[in-house]
């Protein structure tokens, strides 16, 4: 699911100013669900899944616009 395009390029160009957003998913399934619907719509993603629990932890996109991507994550609350 890696794509080189200028996003990307753009994004890790200053490593030491790269923004990130860190929201919090309410279970498990949403979290799955979540990926599910990323991939409906070739949004390249990652989905960690924790071993030897088998579930999943974590979930990171690639660099989007935010116009592009936010309407996945709204549903979500910034992790505190």
Known sequence: ???NDSNTLQYTSDLDH???????APSQS???KLSQDLSANQIDHKLWIEQPED??????????????????????????
């Open 1 to 3: 699911m890696h794509r």
């Open 18 to 24: 790269m923004h990130k957003v860190i929201l919090e």
């Open 30 to 32: 949403e979290l799955e």
């Open 55 to 80: 579930y999943p932890t974590c979930l990171a996109t690639k660099p989007y616009p935010k116009q592009q991507i936010q309407s996945f994550f709204k549903k979500l609350k910034l992790f505190k």
